[in-house]
């Protein structure tokens, strides 16, 4: 399967402990995006990537979040100090970057990682 | 700014009969528009994307959309619902990062 992968899918933690999540992107895709959904609501834009430099982050990502992706190839999340309103699914999507208009082609996500911290 | 709006947070039909899942978006400028499904613990899959080359757009599985500049809508349809079209159904919009709807989930009952 040459998809987006995510791991761990799910992840159960104490208030307070740091939490780190890795996504691995389609292998030709340049540009990779996290963002978060809770119940009921539409996922939500945290940060993304075009290859290892970080473009653009977004209010919802506090000081606690940190993102990297090193070689610009695989992404991590981290979230420090844990606290029961980040409770939520993660999710991670790869594009190409389109060159023309500066904008990114279709994203395609991964399955997610279930966050849940109690 | 560019933000979306889904019309219905639940709609349920019947198998065998038609489908209509609301969407409005107002943007500054013109629009990429997309929707996404998705189902239990699954990830988002891509439906359809309206990037201005058609005002109608075909997409998997026998939906399709329509891109209204006047009624600034985008609503998805399909003229008839299998049990397999059951899931959360997401409209958006967006160039890099896309800003999503709270989502219409499809109930298709037997």
């Known amino acids: 399967d040459t998809g987006v992968s995510q791991n761990p899918r799910h992840k159960i933690t104490k208030r307070g402990q740091n939490v780190t999540f890795r996504c691995d992107p389609i292998?030709?895709?340049?540009?990779l995006y996290w963002y978060r959904q809770t119940l009921g609501q539409g996922p939500e834009f945290l940060t993304y990537?075009?290859?290892?430099?970080?473009?653009?982050k977004s209010r919802l990502l506090s000081d606690r979040f940190s993102a990297e992706r090193p070689k610009g190839s695989f992404s991590t999340l981290e979230i420090q100090r844990t606290e029961q309103g980040d409770s939520a699914m993660y999710l991670c999507?790869?594009?190409?970057?389109?060159?023309?208009?500066?904008?990114?082609?279709?994203?395609?996500f991964g399955p997610g990682t279930r966050l849940t911290v109690l | 700014a560019q933000s979306v709006t889904q019309l219905d947070s639940h709609v349920s039909v019947s198998e065998g009969t038609p489908v209509l899942l609301r969407c409005n978006y107002s943007?500054?400028?013109?629009?990429?528009l997309f929707w996404y499904v998705q189902h239990p613990n699954k990830g988002l899959q891509l439906l359809l994307k309206y990037t201005s080359a058609a005002t109608l757009v075909k997409g998997i599985n026998g939906f399709e959309a329509e891109f209204k500049k006047s009624e600034t809508s985008f609503h998805l349809t399909k003229p008839s619902a299998h049990m397999s079209d059951a899931a959360e159904y997401f409209c958006g919009g967006g160039y890099n990062k896309l800003i999503f709807g709270a989502g219409t989930r499809l109930a298709v009952h037997p």
């Open positions: 292998s030709e895709h340049n540009r």
């Open positions: 943007s500054s400028y013109s629009p990429s």
């Open positions: 990537f075009q290859n290892e430099a970080q473009l653009e």
């Open positions: 999507a790869s594009s190409l970057a389109e060159t023309r208009t500066g904008g990114g082609y279709t994203q395609y």
